[in-house]
């Protein structure tokens, strides 16, 4: 592939339109162009989530998922195209069976909340439930394929469980939501 990205500043967008993959241009405020920069928001948070401490297995699952949501842009930004596939939903039914198998069984509802760490996972399981919100009504709008949606919604349960995880990585344990406060 040779060099894609040679002038940042094209002024094409100047009039508030943007260019997709396929060469066609639509409004910076379209429905595709929301999920797009939903996805882009979840990617750049999971790499502020990467400058933590976290097991190494864990890191690479998520650079791996950063180069998913990549595809997943890509998908979203050239209509009719398909990057994320079922291999890409049941990965992460993999990665979701796995950490919660090694938690403990939830009692109560717990705070987004814990470890720096954690915390950054829980506002990277909003953006990800944002995303899919986008990606949900794109689908309602233009036809589009069910694995972006699948995917993001996966991987909202999953940054859920590897919020619990990194808690327990740092040395805590989840916070829980205290119903009873409100009796005292």
């Known amino acids: 592939m040779g060099n894609r990205l040679s002038k940042i500043a094209t002024r094409t967008g100047d009039n508030g339109t943007t260019g997709l993959g396929d060469g066609s241009r639509t409004g910076k405020d379209s429905?595709?162009?929301?999920?797009?920069?939903?996805?882009?928001?979840?990617?750049?948070?999971?790499?502020?989530?990467l400058c933590e401490d976290m097991p190494d297995e864990t890191r690479d699952e998520l650079v791996g998922i950063q180069h998913d949501l990549f595809d997943l842009g890509g998908e979203l930004c050239i209509p009719g195209h398909q990057m994320i596939l079922e291999a890409h939903v049941e990965k992460l039914d993999a990665l979701l069976a796995r950490y919660n198998a090694t938690l403990p069984a939830l009692t109560e509802f717990i705070l987004p909340a814990g470890s720096r760490a954690a915390s950054i996972a829980h506002v990277c399981r909003t953006i990800c439930r944002r995303a899919e919100r986008a990606i949900v009504g794109l689908g309602k709008a233009e036809t589009?394929?069910?694995?972006?949606?699948?995917?993001?919604?996966?991987?909202?349960?999953?940054?859920?469980?590897?919020?619990?995880?990194?808690n327990r990585h740092a040395g805590g344990s989840d916070v829980l939501w205290q119903h009873e406060r409100r009796k005292k």
């Open 31 to 49: 429905l595709r162009i929301h999920a797009i920069g939903d996805v882009d928001e979840l990617n750049s948070h999971l790499g502020l989530l």
């Open 144 to 166: 589009i394929h069910d694995h972006p949606r699948q995917y993001v919604n996966r991987l909202s349960d999953l940054m859920f469980v590897l919020a619990r995880v990194l």
